[in-house]
């Protein structure tokens, strides 16, 4: 316990952290499919598996888009289906991705966030990739220095070497080694669905979300996925298996980090809240 607690200290100074992945042997009852009741159980907080409408899911994280033609992976994902060849394939998402990553350039944490600087102080004077969630347990100190080390394994996962300054997954401007490796990053998937379909629920590389909850209606904020969902909603997939990490309750919005902390005021926590909701 000693060790865990070191290693969840030394990622937390890098704004990373560690998570549980469930036992893929274990079975999950079949009345446990709310992640409020998951939150009673302790052997299930953080790893409870559901099935989930893609219609519900929001995803390219502060934005929170709809899994529909409004996100670029979707529409990028749809293109290279309609692909001749592998080249026209590449040709055509990279096409889709480099007009997205130009479409929206925010010059700041506060613009990319849809925010002004009296709803999100803590974000003032920040550069776009500062940005991040009001229930994120992250500081933006730790989202800054976790993006990069994020940014740097994606890059050694493909041979380059990125850092945030080649631009966030979400929003533009991209370096050109960015837009090749999200391009490859979707014409693998692509090509992974047309030899395998979409696989259900893979326990060692789950699909994560939060589950936003208003009113009693969920909707699924996607923290890992937001490559594979929208090339299986293209793919013509309309429901997913999702681990749920954490249930963020509207009611809760002046408890959330970001605004206990002064990060948000609670009105534009709840903006962004209602935004990703509304999808």
């Known amino acids: 316990m000693k060790l865990r607690y070191q290693v969840k200290r030394i990622l937390g100074n ?4 560690l998570r549980r992945v469930p036992k893929s042997g274990r079975r999950q009852p079949a009345w446990l499919t709310h992640p409020v009741t998951a939150d009673y159980l302790p052997e299930y907080r ?3 598996i559901v099935d989930a409408d893609i219609s519900d899911a929001r995803g390219l994280s502060v934005l929170g888009l709809p899994f529909t033609e409004a996100h670029p992976f979707l529409r990028a994902a749809k293109a290279g289906l ?14 889709v991705l480099d007009e997205a990553s130009c479409a929206f350039q925010p010059a700041s944490a506060l613009e990319a966030i849809n925010l002004s600087e009296a709803e999100a102080p803590g974000l003032a004077s920040q550069p776009p990739h500062a940005c991040l969630l009001p229930w994120s347990p992250r500081t933006v100190a730790q989202t800054v220095k976790g993006r990069n080390v994020a940014m740097e394994e994606a890059g050694r996962q493909y041979g380059v070497k990125l850092g945030v300054g080649d631009g966030l997954t979400a929003f533009g401007p991209w ?10 990053r979707i014409v693998n998937l692509l090509q992974s669905v047309q030899n395998c379909g ?3 629920f893979d326990p060692q590389a789950p699909i994560k979300a939060n589950a936003l909850l208003k009113d009693g209606n969920l909707r699924w904020q996607i923290e890992e996925g937001n490559h594979r969902l929208p090339v299986a909603a293209a793919s013509g997939t309309t429901s997913i298996s999702l681990m749920v990490v954490q249930t963020i309750r509207r009611d809760d919005a002046s408890l959330w980090p970001r605004s ?5 005021t609670q009105s534009g926590a709840l903006a962004v809240f209602d935004r990703i909701f509304a999808g």
């Open 46 to 48: 953080g790893s409870l």
């Open 175 to 184: 370096s050109t080694a960015k837009l090749d490796l999200e391009t490859k």
């Open 260 to 264: 206990a902390d002064g990060t948000f």
């Open 14 to 17: 890098f704004g990373l952290e």
């Open 198 to 200: 979409f696989g259900s």
């Open 82 to 95: 309609e692909a001749r060849d592998e080249t026209d394939r590449w040709t055509r998402v990279r096409t």
